[in-house]
């Protein structure tokens, strides 16, 4: 795994302990600094190395804890090709096994259907994108390399259309809006993200009001950019969180659910014919009971 240093002057050990992508502990990284597996541009560092800005750190992972196995857990399949998936994800469920997450993720159900691209490394099989374990709806899968590399190119550059849905906290009056806030670690909590001009990306989140209520907001929100927790951090921004979202608001509105925010539709260019495809699910049946609730005060 590659990444890219947003941080100066930090040890090494504990900037990627922060990273909740890693999922790594002090002593676990510091482990894999002393046997090679974690280099920066392209050399081996010490413990105690301090990071730069643009810094690349290329990460090995070995953990004889986790071994990926396949599991039969049923799987929401809106489209299949030879070269894709098209899946459904549960809210809940996590994307893929980590240290934290070791079974009973999508990747686990992923390959116990089907072969997979290789391109994201042994414990990311054919994921092109992520979305948050409690966020549902659609994610793309690629099964083969080659479809893969071209839909990585087209999420860099912007052509893969994520269109969302999300009950957020409070009255929005104006009907439409755009949030263009960059995003960068939150320096008090590296695990969180936060609106910053610091070390910083762009990110900008489209969004329109589908429906008001007495104290919260159905919106459909559209990305031109695709940051770690981008539509959380947004609506948290301008004080508007995502109702039940456990990191960014400080309200837990409905118990024994997730947030309420679910990937609706996905359009983008197949790899191989090269034609538009666009995919609609709508959220699931809690969802919608909940929203249900709202309707009826």
């Known amino acids: 795994m590659e990444i890219i240093c947003d941080r100066e002057k930090v040890r090494i050990d504990k900037y990627l302990s922060e990273i909740d992508e890693l999922s790594l502990t002090r002593a676990k990284i510091q482990k894999l600094i002393k046997t090679g597996n974690i ?40 489209y299949e090709d030879d070269d894709i998936l098209v899946i459904n994800k549960p809210s809940g469920m996590v994307v893929h096994p980590a240290p934290g997450n070791r079974e009973h993720t999508l990747v686990n159900a992923l390959i116990n259907y089907s072969k997979l691209s290789t391109r994201n490394g042994e414990f990311r099989p054919g994921i092109v994108h992520r979305i948050d ?5 659609l994610l793309l899968v690629a099964k ?23 009950l ?22 590296r695990k969180k993200m936060e609106v910053t001009s610091k070390n910083s990306k762009e990110a900008v989140t489209n969004f329109k009001v589908l ?18 927790h981008q539509i959380r951090v947004h609506m948290k921004y301008i004080n508007h969180p995502v109702c039940n979202d456990p990191v960014y608001s400080n309200n837990k509105n409905i118990d024994n659910y997730g947030q309420l925010l679910h990937a609706k539709e996905i359009s983008f260019i197949h790899p191989t014919t090269k034609k538009q495809m666009t995919f609609t699910v709508e959220p699931d049946e809690e969802f919608n009971k909940l929203l249900k609730i709202y309707e009826d005060k």
């Open 144 to 166: 083969n390399d080659k479809a893969h590399l071209f839909l990585e190119e087209e999420l860099k550059k912007h052509n893969i259309v994520r269109t969302y849905i999300a």
């Open 39 to 78: 280099l920066v541009n392209g050399k081996e560092i010490k413990e105690s190395y301090k990071t730069n800005i643009d810094d690349k750190i290329d990460i090995t992972v070995v953990d004889e804890e986790i071994t990926l196995q396949g599991e039969d857990i049923k799987l929401d399949i809106v």
């Open 133 to 137: 374990k409690d966020t549902s709806g």
């Open 168 to 189: 957020v906290n409070g009255v929005i009056n104006h009907d439409t809006g755009k949030i263009d806030a960059p995003i960068g670690r939150d320096v008090n909590d």
């Open 211 to 228: 429906e008001r209520f007495d104290n919260v907001t159905l919106l459909e929100l559209k990305l031109e950019t695709g940051r770690t």
